[in-house]
């Protein structure tokens, strides 16, 4: 008995040391504590969803169910925590309307909710880096690059949109282009050259950056990826992530392990069903673990 006490004593130090060296022992500790809360009291649960405050207005759940549709896929549970980061998400930010556009809350609401929707996986969901959204009525002039734009996320903390492109990505989701997840993908990136540290990127960083070398060959040929996307390391990634919300199937089926690499990243598979040997997610402070009857196939 003390050898199994002492043996799982070693474990749990080993493990609190692993997450010591991504960043997180404290998220680690917090874990555990929520899990045994949650196996121990039924009514947690719940106690923990009450307390996600603020919370959203009926009338911004309603902006989010008819423009939003992520949001009604979502449990009840989830859709208080989704609530609460976009509210926690907007406590900071400052929105400009360019042009002579008005900005309007609706506007605000959408974009938050993108943000939060791309880092649902992540604790990480604040984007501190970023506190100014300069939103155009459409496409706009740029002098830094001297070339009109869509959009723009630079490492000032400053993201630029151009506002009818942004809601064509949610309103057109066949053509793998969405304008809100390609710019928050360049904020993630520059939030972890900020200082930002999200355990799950880096951890797997070196296997993405492998796979993507094999994607950019195997796609040279293939009109999958739109030609932007090879501009540079950040187009890829933000491409790649376009695709891996609007177009999640199809990646999966070309590029199994960069779709595999992408998921564990972003702790999310919107494709459904991905087999990993090791699947982590904060929502509801729950972690748990996906054992697929095949690992070795996707």
């Known amino acids: 008995?003390?050898?199994?006490?002492?043996?799982?004593?070693?474990?749990?130090?080993a493990y609190i040391i692993f997450e010591v060296r991504m960043g997180s022992p404290i998220l680690f500790i917090l874990d555990c504590i929520d899990i045994y809360r949650f196996k121990r009291h039924k009514e947690f649960k719940y106690t923990y969803l009450n307390q996600c405050t603020p919370s959203l207005t009926i009338e911004e759940e309603n902006v989010l169910k008819q423009k939003f549709t992520y949001y009604n896929s979502l449990s009840r549970d989830k859709q208080l925590i989704f609530g609460y980061r976009i509210k926690r998400f907007l406590e900071d930010k400052n929105f400009i309307g360019m042009e002579e556009l008005e900005v309007v809350s609706e506007m605000q609401l959408l974009i938050a909710a993108t943000a939060v929707k791309l880092t649902f996986g992540l604790r990480y969901y604040t984007y501190d880096c970023f506190h100014t959204f300069r939103i155009y009525p459409s496409q706009f002039y740029s002098r830094l690059?001297?070339?009109?734009?869509?959009?723009?996320?630079?490492?000032?903390?400053?993201?630029?949109?151009?506002?009818?492109?942004?809601?064509?990505?949610?309103?057109?989701?066949?053509?793998?282009?969405?304008?809100?997840?390609?710019?928050?993908?360049?904020?993630?990136?520059?939030?972890?050259?900020?200082?930002?540290?999200?355990?799950?990127?880096?951890?797997?960083t070196a296997d993405y950056d492998f796979e993507v070398e094999y994607a950019k060959g195997v796609m040279a040929n293939?009109?999958?990826?739109?030609?932007?996307?090879?501009?540079?390391?950040?187009?890829?990634?933000?491409?790649?992530?376009e695709h891996f919300f609007e177009n999640p199937v199809t990646l999966r089926e070309k590029l199994p392990n960069l779709y595999l690499c992408l998921a564990k990243m972003l702790l999310q598979d919107p494709a459904g069903n991905t087999p990993m040997s090791r699947y982590r997610t904060s929502l509801n402070g729950k972690m748990w673990v996906l054992r697929p009857q095949d690992e070795n196939t996707l």
């Open 222 to 241: 293939d009109d999958f990826f739109r030609e932007y996307a090879f501009t540079n390391d950040m187009e890829f990634f933000a491409v790649a992530v």
């Open 145 to 204: 690059v001297n070339s009109y734009m869509y959009g723009g996320a630079s490492i000032s903390g400053v993201m630029s949109l151009a506002w009818d492109n942004f809601l064509h990505g949610f309103e057109t989701t066949v053509d793998n282009i969405n304008l809100g997840f390609h710019e928050f993908a360049h904020a993630l990136i520059i939030s972890q050259q900020n200082d930002v540290t999200i355990p799950s990127f880096k951890l797997y």
């Open 1 to 13: 008995m003390g050898f199994v006490i002492t043996l799982l004593i070693a474990i749990i130090i």
